[in-house]
């Protein structure tokens, strides 16, 4: 009998020993460790098919047009004058942006631009759209302005300096940047801001009537018409000054 009990004893003893607190941690450990694991597998399983999935165009072109919506003024940098030779700003672009790309000087000049308007002029009595330089012989920088984005740009060929102290260049503040830079930049396909005509007369200013019935009558301008593009001029028949209104392209300065 003592033979059988024996058995019974050391069983349950052994399973005592089995269940030590050391094998209850190492278990619990691997519990913990299960979900763990499969809880960075899942979150590895999104970011990667995040990676892979294409690239929405749409949201490229909002993203995009977010970015010109901002104004230029803040944008990264300030914006400086830089004077020029007269008729050789488009070479001096050339060269700075040239320059600045052989020099590794991006991250400091990030920008050159020459201002253009459309301008609406009368030529040979016939409306021409034309663009034109806002500030011949001068070019408009936005660049991070140091010691050495200094030198590159006062040393590019065609460069005669700065507008502002010549130890120190001035920046342009805000409402000029924001005034100068709605219109159309050369090279730039965004469309331009609708330039005004560029008028050759004023009020009071006496003209030539050039073509029609009054053909090399004399009058003054009481009025001019910028959206239709006239102007009426009193012009003197049979000696009354009458109102007569004419196309820009019908009468000429004296």
Partial sequence: MPDLATPDVDEPVAAVADASPDAAVTDADELEATPTGDAESTEATPTGDAEAAPIDAEELL???????????????????????????????????????????????????????????????????????????????????????SWYVIRNTPGVTGFVGQASKPSPLPRRDVESFLTVKVEGDDQPAKRGKPRLDFDMGETVRVKEGPFAEFSGEIVEINEDQLKVKVLVNIFGRETPVELDFAQVAKL
């Fill in 62 to 148: 909002e993203a995009e047009a977010s970015e010109a919506d901002i104004s230029p003024f803040d944008r990264p940098g300030r914006w400086y004058v830089v004077h020029t030779q007269s008729g050789y700003e488009k070479k001096v672009k050339q060269n700075l942006e040239a320059r600045t790309a052989s020099m590794s000087m991006e991250s400091h000049i990030h920008e050159v631009v020459i201002p253009m308007e459309e301008v609406v002029e009368f030529k040979g009595g016939r409306k021409v759209v034309s663009q034109k330089k806002v500030f011949p012989g001068y070019l408009l920088v936005r660049c991070d302005l140091n010691d050495d």
